[in-house]
């Protein structure tokens, strides 16, 4: 079956850096799409970065210049670097594949 386990999520000050990481299985990982949603509380997921079989990429606005989602298909493992966080980026980190399957989530809090 399909699985998808997160790490990488932590507490960092603002202006500080992350990187999360989405191993997956039980699926042919270098033909499929891959994302990264987030959810803070009291608010809807919202699709962070993914990343196309082709490695095309797309980016919420909010993350533009500060945000770098790339993929391993070696390693069947997709990463979200996040640079320059804000405590606006606080929030539940999700991965996605193919549109329809999602990891548990890792805590990403950004506070001095």
């Known amino acids: 079956q399909v699985q998808l386990v997160e790490s990488g999520g932590g507490l960092v000050q603002p202006g500080g850096s992350l990187r999360l990481s989405c191993a997956a299985s039980g699926f042919t990982f270098r033909i499929s799409a891959m994302g990264w949603y987030r959810q803070a509380p009291g608010k809807q997921r919202e699709l962070v970065a993914e990343?196309?079989?082709?490695?095309?990429?797309n980016y919420a606005d909010s993350v533009k210049g500060r945000f770098t989602i790339s993929r391993d298909n070696a390693k069947n493992t997709v990463y979200l670097q996040m640079n320059s966080l804000k405590p606006e980026d606080t929030a539940v980190y999700y991965c996605n594949a193919k549109g329809s399957y999602w990891g548990q989530g890792t805590q990403v809090t950004v506070s001095s």
């Open positions: 990343i196309s079989r082709y490695a095309r990429t």
